[in-house]
């Protein structure tokens, strides 16, 4: 596969792992490009684990960095996907607190409420 078609595999990518959360960059940037060429058209489309691990592994990495906002994208990125529901993102704050503590899982609580929030108000217009 050449740059080109990494690129727009990346492109892709990005945009189904998101569920259309993430604007994709713009063509130009090195660290977006190498991003997308690497990152999204060949890891994320590995077949070894399934979205769902995947996201599900991400989500302790982040959580365990404190990057609650960045949290908060991947839950509702994967409620929107059907990936998992809101009791399941509130269980993984359970188990986040067990392993890296109250206060970084308590960190997450709001942006987690947010993105079920945003995401029940998206199904709901959508059925209007």
Do not use: C, H
């Not at 070894?48 to 302790?60: F, V």
């Not at 704050?93 to 929030?117: D, N, T």
């Amino acid at each position: 596969m050449n740059d080109k078609e990494r690129r727009a595999l990346g492109e892709e990518t990005i945009k189904d792992v998101y569920a259309g959360e993430v604007i994709v960059p713009p063509e130009g940037y090195a660290f977006t490009d190498i991003m997308l060429k690497q990152l999204f058209a060949e890891l994320w489309t590995r077949e070894t684990l399934s979205m769902r691990d995947k996201r599900i592994l991400l989500l302790g990495i982040i959580a365990e960095k404190g990057e609650a906002m960045t949290f908060k994208i991947q839950i509702k990125a994967s409620l929107k996907r059907g990936e998992i529901n809101p009791e399941e993102a509130r269980e993984f704050l359970l188990f986040i607190a067990q392993y890296s503590g109250y206060p970084r899982a308590a960190a997450m609580l709001g942006p987690v409420e947010e993105a079920i929030a945003e995401f029940e108000k998206g199904k709901e217009q959508s059925a209007d």
